[in-house]
């Protein structure tokens, strides 16, 4: 396996940083984000067995349950998950909203369509969890330079990633410090054409007031609300 897979967030930074030093990768005269898309395009070249894949989805926020489940979904989540990939693939969508009552199957399609991404050799996704980076985003303002220093780099790789999957958004009330910190990392994507997944529990008019009018209209210019209207697969629990 490659040791890309078991380096963590930091190790991941110090790689970036001290790009410009070193020789064979050639970045001398390149800023902070052209360093990060050229490693970025780099490692998406590489050739990768589908059991590193699902690692590096692993290493990408992915649960291990999503992950390891990447090959073995079924039925009409499974359609989906193919219609929504190649579409992100061949660059016709860079944006979609997927939502469904819980259990459907909505992160597992974000997995599906990573792993898929990642075998079209473009590039690992990255999932976050909105609410968990809104937090993290909050106590920064008052954080130490570390802090500081961490939510910048994990903003830097949302606004880079070849996939962004912003999961469970709908655990956030929408206001407007929430709603300008997405729509600026959105907008950003949206100008770069990089596909951005967004999933959430909220019918679509629900889900236009949390995510602001802004991220709405780019949505819809894109075609891309998907319901997931079919059962839960955890069953009778739900
Ligand atoms: N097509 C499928 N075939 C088999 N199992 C699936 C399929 N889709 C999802 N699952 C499994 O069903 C369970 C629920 O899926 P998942 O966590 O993706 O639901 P969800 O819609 O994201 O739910 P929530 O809204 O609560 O986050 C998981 O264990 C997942 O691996
Ligand atoms: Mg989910």
Not at 55 to 80: I, N, S, Y
């Given at each position: 396996m490659n040791d890309f897979l078991a380096m963590s967030?930091?190790?991941w930074q110090v790689l970036i940083d001290s790009a410009p030093e070193c020789p064979d990768l050639g970045h001398s005269d390149m800023k902070a984000d052209e360093i990060r898309e050229d490693i970025s395009r780099r490692l998406a070249t590489k050739e990768?067995?589908?059991?590193?894949?699902?690692?590096?989805?692993?290493?990408?926020?992915?649960?291990?349950?999503?992950?390891?489940?990447?090959?073995?979904?079924?039925?009409?989540?499974?359609?989906?998950?193919?219609?929504?990939?190649?579409?992100?693939i061949s660059g016709e969508k860079t944006m979609a909203y997927l939502w469904g009552i819980r259990g459907t199957g909505k992160t597992q399609i974000a997995a599906r369509v990573g792993f898929r991404m990642r075998k079209a050799s473009q590039g690992v996704g990255r999932r976050v969890l909105v609410s968990e980076y809104l937090k993290l985003l909050k106590a920064s303002y008052n954080g130490n330079m570390e802090q500081k220093q961490t939510i910048r780099n994990l903003t830097l790789r949302m606004e880079n990633a070849p996939l962004l999957v912003l999961d469970e958004f709908t655990e956030i009330r929408g206001n407007e410090?929430?709603?300008?910190?997405?729509?600026?990392?959105?907008d950003k994507r949206y100008g770069k054409m990089v596909p951005t997944l967004i999933i959430g529990n909220d019918k679509p008019e629900d889900a236009m007031n949390i995510l602001g009018p802004s991220i709405w209209?780019?949505?819809?210019?894109?075609?891309?609300?998907?319901?997931?209207?079919?059962e839960s697969y955890r069953g009778a629990g739900k």
């Open positions: 967030e930091e190790q990768y067995s589908d059991d590193e894949i699902k690692a590096l989805l692993m290493a990408e926020g992915f649960d291990k349950l999503h992950a390891t489940k990447v090959d073995q979904m079924t039925g009409r989540c499974l359609k989906f998950a193919e219609r929504l990939s190649d579409r992100f410090f929430e709603q300008e910190e997405l729509t600026r990392i959105v209209s780019r949505l819809q210019e894109n075609g891309g609300l998907i319901e997931c209207d079919w």
